[in-house]
């Protein structure tokens, strides 16, 4: 089992800046995928970002290419989300997410945040 903490959600006003961060623990296996998706109650789940822990290769949502960034720290099972100008329609539940490629361009995640808040304000 793997449990992932996220942390860093709060408000800010629309071009503003947050970071979001999301702890593994438990049985984490390096070749693990992580990621982030978010949630609204109007658009429903939208895939944000996912890295690739084992080579640090990184895949972006349209809505937010150019804008947000992804890392990992492989020493400390974390991962990091930077997210830069924030707009009004980002505000959502961000879910940190943990999982494996079934496929050339699938991918399964079993293992999810409880989600942390992201509120952008005009």
């Known amino acids: 089992q793997v449990r992932l903490v996220e942390s860093g959600g709060g408000s800010v006003q629309a071009g503003g800046s947050l970071r979001l961060s999301c702890t593994a623990s438990?049985?984490?296996?390096?070749?693990?995928?992580m990621g982030w998706f978010r949630h609204t109650p109007e658009n429903g789940r939208e895939f944000v970002a996912r890295?690739?822990?084992?080579?640090?290769?990184?895949t972006y949502g349209d809505s937010v290419t150019g804008r947000f960034t992804i890392s990992r720290d492989a020493a400390r099972s974390k991962v990091t989300l930077q997210m830069n100008n924030l707009q009004p329609e980002d505000t959502a539940l961000y879910h940190c997410v943990a999982g494996i490629r079934t496929g050339a361009t699938t991918f399964r995640y079993d293992y999810w945040g409880q989600g942390t808040q992201v509120t952008v304000s005009k």
């Open positions: 438990g049985r984490f296996d390096p070749g693990y995928v």
């Open positions: 890295i690739s822990y084992a080579d640090g290769r990184a």
